[in-house]
């Protein structure tokens, strides 16, 4: 997958993350959603740019991973 689709798979996959944790964690009142939704959808991009052009997934897995330090 080339790294322009790569990304904005990463930014839709991101805008779907807000939306849910967004719609769960505030109460029904769309001013209210809106201070937590917009700023997340306007960092979304920059995260995502992080994520694919950055090596950011490389660099998350790496956290993850077990030390072989035996």
């Known amino acids: 997958m080339g790294h ?11 805008d779907m993350v807000v939306f849910v944790v967004g719609a769960y964690l505030t109460p029904p009142d769309p ?23 950055r090596d950011g997934f490389a660099q998350i ?3 993850f991973e077990p030390d072989d330090e035996s």
Do not use: D, E, S
């Open 4 to 14: 322009f689709r790569a990304f904005v798979v990463t930014l839709l996959a991101l």
């Open 31 to 53: 001013f209210t959603q809106l201070l937590l939704i917009g700023p997340a959808l306007l960092l979304a991009p920059a995260v995502a740019w992080w994520l694919v052009y």
């Open 61 to 63: 897995q790496a956290l």
